[in-house]
């Protein structure tokens, strides 16, 4: 049981370091972004540049916005979102569940809500990739693949029914394979290649996708100031250090007005070497009037100005019809999530499985212990 009283203490000795005024940092960021914004040759001597932090590229101006059309749209908008239950040694199996949660919602001339949810079991490792331990990294790897793939499905379907209609799969989070990284590298091999097949086949039926990242802390534009900061000499600057505390979010708030996007920006992660020239990750920030968001997509929509366009128009409306966040994206979620209830129903399945097959689930101590603690 959490003490209240010890816990407001204890938040009082380290206030000073949760609320800090940064102010003077983030107008120093302001007055440097104008500043190489105004810089022609800015872009050309950042190529020259050997800087440990990640840059990005761009097209035409850096301070470049773009007011987002609200225009009555129709339009098919599809978020695909997942949850897990993750293998616990505690309850005497490897058995892990994903389940995912499919919105399709339907404006203009035909509205309709499509909500579904879909489980799945595996036991023990991953049923096709059985040389892969059946640990968190796994499941969270797959969750991503199952994802990708109904996602794909159902874009398909609706893209069937309804061809007319502009179509958006809208994801919560990133289209930029990060966390495969720091993994295993038997679980990065496996799943990368996996993403990025799907993502070939999003673009080869003609499928935009978008994903959408809310409350980011990404550092690309910052980098920029790092980089101008040590006057594009990195070796034995500490300049940079200037702007430790700020993120995209707090340059792109000074220059893109609400309801409007920034210029459109090419990601340089190492992981994203590993992609297709037309699957390479770009990204646009959006001021959606609660928030500044990021939002990603692949090369061969960040080329046609018209579907990005429609990407922001849609996401736009998605974000004002939930009141600052895509509407989709958190039916979604609640369609995918998997409540304390859900896990005990999933356990007590499994034992009453093994009773029928006349077989005993051993369950540690420490689970038997929180069924029914004894003083």
């Given at each position: 049981m959490l003490d209240r009283s010890k816990v407001m203490r204890e938040l009082s000795t380290v206030a000073?370091?949760?609320f800090v005024d940064f102010s003077a940092e983030y107008k120093l960021v302001r007055?440097?972004?104008?500043?190489?914004?105004?810089?022609?040759?800015?872009?050309?001597?950042?190529?020259?540049?050997?800087?440990?932090?990640?840059?990005?590229?761009?097209?035409?101006?850096?301070?470049?916005?773009?007011?987002?059309?609200?225009?009555?749209?129709?339009?098919?908008?599809?978020?695909?979102?997942?949850?897990q239950i993750y293998p616990d040694r505690h309850q005497g199996t490897a058995c892990f569940l994903v389940n995912i949660g499919v919105v399709e919602l339907h404006y203009g001339?035909?509205?309709?809500?499509?909500?579904?949810?879909?489980?799945?079991?595996?036991?023990?490792?991953?049923?096709?990739?059985?040389?892969?331990?059946?640990?968190?990294?796994?499941?969270?790897?797959?969750?991503?693949?199952?994802?990708?793939?109904?996602?794909?499905?159902?874009?398909?379907?609706?893209?069937?029914?309804?061809?007319?209609?502009?179509?958006?799969?809208?994801?919560?989070?990133?289209?930029?394979?990060?966390?495969?990284?720091?993994?295993?590298?038997?679980?990065?091999?496996?799943?990368?290649?996996?993403?990025?097949?799907?993502?070939?086949?999003?673009?080869?039926?003609?499928?935009?996708?978008?994903?959408?990242?809310?409350?980011?802390?990404?550092?690309?534009?910052?980098?920029?100031?790092?980089?101008?900061?040590?006057?594009?000499?990195?070796?034995?600057?500490?300049?940079?250090k200037e702007v430790d505390h700020a993120v995209d979010t707090h340059i792109v708030r000074s220059?893109?007005?609400?309801?409007s996007r920034s210029t459109i920006f090419e990601n340089h992660a190492k992981i994203s070497e590993f992609y297709l020239s037309h699957l390479k990750p770009h990204f646009f920030y959006i001021n959606v009037g609660h928030e500044i968001a990021r939002v990603e997509i692949p090369a061969w929509l960040a080329r046609d100005e018209h579907k990005v366009a429609l990407i922001a128009q849609m996401i736009l409306d998605q974000s004002i019809k939930g009141r600052g966040y895509p509407v989709a994206i958190a039916e979604a979620h609640e369609q995918a999530v998997v409540k304390g209830p859900d896990?005990?129903?999933?356990?007590?399945?499994?034992?009453?499985?093994?009773?029928?097959?006349k077989q005993r689930v051993a369950y540690s101590q420490k689970v038997l212990k929180k069924r029914g603690i004894g003083i």
């Open positions: 000073d370091k949760l007055t440097l972004w104008e500043k190489i914004a105004k810089d022609s040759t800015f872009p050309h001597k950042l190529k020259s540049v050997d800087a440990p932090w990640l840059l990005p590229t761009w097209q035409g101006k850096l301070d470049e916005s773009s007011v987002i059309s609200q225009d009555p749209l129709s339009y098919c908008l599809l978020s695909v979102d997942g949850s001339n035909s509205k309709r809500v499509g909500l579904d949810t879909i489980p799945y079991v595996f036991a023990g490792s991953d049923s096709e990739n059985e040389q892969l331990e059946a640990s968190a990294d796994l499941v969270n790897c797959k969750r991503q693949e199952l994802e990708f793939r109904i996602g794909l499905e159902r874009a398909i379907i609706v893209q069937q029914e309804n061809p007319e209609i502009p179509l958006l799969l809208l994801f919560d989070g990133s289209l930029i394979f990060w966390h495969l990284e720091s993994k295993d590298q038997a679980i990065r091999d496996t799943f990368l290649g996996l993403y990025l097949e799907l993502l070939q086949k999003y673009y080869e039926n003609n499928i935009m996708i978008a994903g959408y990242i809310s409350l980011p802390k990404n550092k690309e534009l910052v980098n920029l100031l790092r980089v101008a900061l040590c006057d594009f000499v990195i070796d034995g600057c500490v300049a940079y220059y893109v007005p609400e309801n896990r005990d129903f999933f356990y007590h399945l499994i034992q009453k499985m093994g009773i029928e097959h």
